[in-house]
């Protein structure tokens, strides 16, 4: 006989992400539902350092946002995008007569170069994006929903 809580463990379904928080000195990413953390995972970022001011500067945005959508069918396997510019980022990029730019996603690794596996993660390698390899993508693909608040600190 099974005993009941194997069984239920084997039917209850995974918490779902109510939080992701990226901190950008650390490079990591972690997944929480409400205060608890779910799973924390290296990440590389984009080229260049600092806060993001502009489209095309290479540099991840800091502030708060959400999960606006999803895309399985991603060129980078995976992704998750962003609701980047939030407000500040506008007036940010208006204060110096530049756009702020868009499509800031985390996302799995280039579909072409996806047997670098972990490998990557010791490059910071996007255009801004907050990057996990392939495996780890899909380890919370099913439990980030879209609405799912993402923080990322300097």
């Given at each position: 006989m099974i005993p009941l809580l194997l069984l239920l463990a084997a039917i209850t379904p995974p918490q779902q992400a109510t939080k992701i928080v990226i901190k950008k000195s650390d490079h990591t990413l972690t997944v929480y539902h409400e205060q608890t953390k779910l799973q924390t995972y290296k990440v590389s970022l984009g080229r260049s350092t600092g806060q993001k001011q502009q489209a095309g500067d290479r540099k991840t945005p800091e502030g708060l946002y959400v999960v606006d959508a999803k895309n399985a069918a991603s060129g980078f396997h995976r992704a998750f995008h962003l609701s980047y510019p939030n407000a500040e980022d506008r007036q940010r990029a208006?204060?110096?007569?530049?756009?702020?730019?868009?499509?800031?996603?985390?996302?799995?690794?280039?579909?072409?170069?996806?047997?670098?596996?972990?490998?990557?993660?010791?490059?910071?390698?996007?255009?801004?994006?907050?990057?996990?390899?392939?495996?780890?993508?899909?380890?919370?693909?099913?439990?980030?929903?879209?609405g799912t608040t993402v923080e990322i600190d300097p």
């Open positions: 208006q204060r110096l007569g530049k756009s702020p730019g868009g499509d800031i996603e985390i996302h799995g690794q280039k579909n072409s170069l996806a047997w670098l596996g972990p490998l990557a993660r010791h490059v910071d390698w996007t255009a801004g994006c907050i990057a996990l390899n392939n495996d780890e993508i899909d380890a919370i693909w099913s439990i980030v929903p879209v």
